[in-house]
């Protein structure tokens, strides 16, 4: 299937492009009533994600209804630890919980390595239904969390502000984290191979908690292993890699094998820019809550956003993902701002 909009594609693999494309993370979802109204149809967020015609659904609405030049496959980082052995809830309005946790060596005999055409066909069958209904439009992206992510709550069981659990397992049991590492990072890989199979265009891996490990603890437990899945992909389909607070790793991120580096709102543009290198494309990284301003606000955010990174190898996006209470018309009017700007910028 030939895409007939490609911009995000050339635009990681660093190609001049006529305009900047743009998509945002959590586009698929919360804020948009369409969701909502497929979301109420079912008992919550699982059976959304585990039922492929509707999950393919709600990943084609941003692009019907706000425009992106990419979707990304509807589901979530966790399905990894589920198709691991641990499996977790969406509870309302609190967030991901764990019935069992990962605590000691012993567990580690709970879990296995996943098998993504078993444990993960539903995400897979969700990627080969969006791309035949998607019909060549844009381009979809396929993710995952990073391994040091999902060790996070696999160790925690929930969401927490300082993780000090999984932390705690980083400095008194070393090698019990690095084989639980190893098994995420294998299964990741496969995941995404799958998903590639099915049709996926690029991938994304997603290390959200990366911003609390000191420096050493990311080169030790973090980077290593989003490398390895770099390795793995890389040239198959272009890699971007997220990685959410490590504003102290930039440098090293950009030595990673990957086409593109994310970056959070508190990263500077241009000193990004000198730290990651000329090599990589930029993605990001307008502070989500800019989007609370008045429209004027979000046009002129955007337009400086977009000057600071230039009209090449810049993949526009937010700095992290949107929130609930985001204005679906302040959302139209950030993508529009990018299409408009960046093409008078060539
Ligand atoms: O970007 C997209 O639109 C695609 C879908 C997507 C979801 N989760 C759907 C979702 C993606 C890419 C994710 C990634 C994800 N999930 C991350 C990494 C990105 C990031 O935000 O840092 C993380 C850390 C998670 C874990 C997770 N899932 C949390 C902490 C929560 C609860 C809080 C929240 O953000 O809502 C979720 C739930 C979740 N994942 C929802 C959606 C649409 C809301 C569930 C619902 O509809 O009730």
Known sequence: MKLQNDLILRAAKGEKTERTPVWLMRQAGRILPEYRAVRASVSGFIELAQTPELAAEVTIQPVDILGVDAAIIFSDILVIPEAMGLPYEMVEKRGPWFPETISSEADLKKIRVADPETDLNYVLEAIKITKKELNGRVPLIGFAG??????SYMIEGAGSKTFSKAKRMLYTEPTLSHKLLDMITESTIKYLHAQVDAGADMVQIFDSWAGILSP???NTFALPYISKICDALMPRVPVTVFAKGAFFARAEMGKLNCNTVGLDWNMDIAE???LVGADKTLQGNLDPCALYGSFEEVKKSTEKMLDAFGSEKHIAN????LYP???PEKVKCFIDTVKEYSAKMR
């Open 325 to 327: 209470d985001i204005d």
């Open 318 to 321: 937010l700095g992290h993902g």
């Open 272 to 274: 990004s820019r000198k």
């Open 146 to 151: 990073a391994p040091w992510t999902i060790f």
């Open 216 to 218: 050493e603890q990311f």
